[in-house]
């Protein structure tokens, strides 16, 4: 018999090996219907390999249930599905469980709990959880306020690419926090951070180049180009600020109409602001023909969203 053992062997290995990669498929069929929004199919995919132990699974099911996407929104059983991924080391579900005590409401925030799952998945170089430590030194959550600390934290993030890191690093560097200011560094940095395609952080770059700091000296045309990189992945206030450098010709060429395009894309993503504006154009004509009934619409829509100027309007 024992000629036939590595056979045997062979074989279960070859099974096993199998399942592995069975399970993969489903997870990433599971893992692309969640991204399209089809959570119905993402359930049903990765609910019997959540109770069959898989890791990866019990975090997808977590998130579904944390999201109430596919399923009604607990986040008792979210966690419950975290913490048993999280048990089997799984970094995503340990930042999730500490995401949970940082953020409350459902539990009290305990930033000392956070941190210690925060370190359980920065000790795998979970990205967000580097992040989230570096905020929690620079803010003095839980620990003592330490910006060497901080600056540490962030430049792990950076490292592996994190647009907020990278940003939160340049501003140290800037301000000579943690570290001696140096202009020349930060502006690399900050360009960096915006080159990492976050839409929020292209958004504040383009903010700084406008309003123009030690690091990023004013400039209309560069605040223009960030801009437009926010806006063009539906960045709504990228947008809105876009559409208002076109109004005024800063740092591209006056153009009332493309002026109009921009803010309408705000204005259609809900941004009040953008609505008053909006509603102001269609008054006067500007960018757009006149139209005292579209005015009215967007002033409407604009002071339902709470701009105080477009609910005078409507009150006269």
Request: charged letters at 25%; proline letters at 3%; a positive charge.
């Amino acid at each position: 018999m024992r000629r036939f053992i590595p056979h045997l062997i062979l074989s279960l290995l070859l099974g096993l090996q199998g399942i592995a990669l069975a399970q993969e498929g489903i997870l990433d069929a599971a893992t692309k219907a969640e991204k399209q929004g089809d959570y119905a199919t993402a359930l049903k995919l990765v609910q019997p390999l959540a109770e069959q132990g898989n890791a990866q699974a019990q975090v997808l099911l977590g998130r579904l249930f944390q999201k109430g996407t596919g399923v009604a929104r607990d986040p008792s059983e979210a966690e419950r599905w975290f913490r048993k991924a999280a048990d089997q080391g799984n970094a995503e579900a340990q930042f999730r469980i500490g995401w949970i005590f940082y953020s409350g409401p459902q539990v009290p925030k305990d930033y000392a709990e956070a941190r210690k799952w925060f370190l359980k998945a920065a000790a795998q170089e979970y990205v967000d959880a580097l992040y989230h430590l570096g905020v929690m030194y620079y803010d003095g959550q839980g620990v003592e306020k330490n910006f060497g600390e901080a600056m540490k934290w962030f430049q792990k993030a950076a490292d592996h690419g994190d647009a907020k890191g990278t940003y939160n690093l340049a501003a140290m560097y800037e301000n000579g926090q943690g570290t001696k200011k140096d202009p020349e560094q930060a502006l690399a940095l900050y360009r960096k951070a915006g080159e990492c395609g976050d839409a929020d952080v292209q958004f504040k770059l383009g903010e700084d180049f406008y309003r123009g700091s030690k690091a990023t000296r004013k400039d209309y045309a560069e605040a223009a180009r960030w801009l437009r990189k926010a806006a063009d992945q539906g960045h709504a206030w990228a947008q809105f600020n876009l559409g208002m450098l076109y109004g005024f010709g800063q740092g591209v060429t006056k153009d009332p109409a493309e002026s109009a395009n921009w803010i309408r894309k705000a204005a259609e993503a809900g941004l009040p602001s953008a609505q008053l504006r909006l509603a102001q154009m269609y008054e006067k004509g500007q960018g757009v023909p006149a139209d005292k009934t579209e005015s009215m619409r967007w002033y409407r829509r604009a002071a339902e969203g709470g701009d105080r100027k477009a609910q005078s309007v409507i009150q006269r």
